[in-house]
């Protein structure tokens, strides 16, 4: 199994920025897909951001062009950076690690974009 450990949320006013990082207890090298689900009040986990192991990446429609999502090898860490940030950002963002037989989720982190 793998352990996920996010970091890196606040509160930020609109069109400020943000790093999230995930930390993971393994190497990510061999991990198919490492990416970021967000959830926010009264509503559905969505997804935001993926990166394979081969360094693809995918984003949902809503952040295409603000976010990035990056992964670290060697510290086995992977990184969402969230720029021009919008108040309906706000959720909790979780961090994923998608094995071949199973997924493991992260605690969450917080972030408020306030107006």
């Known amino acids: 199994q793998v352990q996920l450990v996010e970091s890196g949320g606040g509160l930020v006013q609109a069109g400020g920025s943000l790093r999230l990082s995930c930390l993971a207890s393994r190497s990510i090298f061999s991990i198919n897909v490492m990416g970021w689900h967000r959830q926010a009040p009264g509503k559905q986990r969505e997804f935001v951001a993926g990166?394979?192991?081969?360094?693809?990446?995918n984003y949902a429609e809503s952040v295409k062009g603000r976010f990035t999502i990056s992964r670290d090898n060697a510290r086995n860490t992977v990184y969402l950076q969230m720029d021009s940030l919008k108040p309906e950002d706000t959720a909790v963002y979780y961090c994923?690690?998608?094995?071949?037989?199973?997924?493991?989720w992260g605690q969450g982190t917080q972030v408020t974009v306030s107006s």
């Open positions: 990166i394979s192991s081969s360094g693809n990446t």
């Open positions: 994923r690690a998608d094995l071949s037989l199973s997924h493991y």
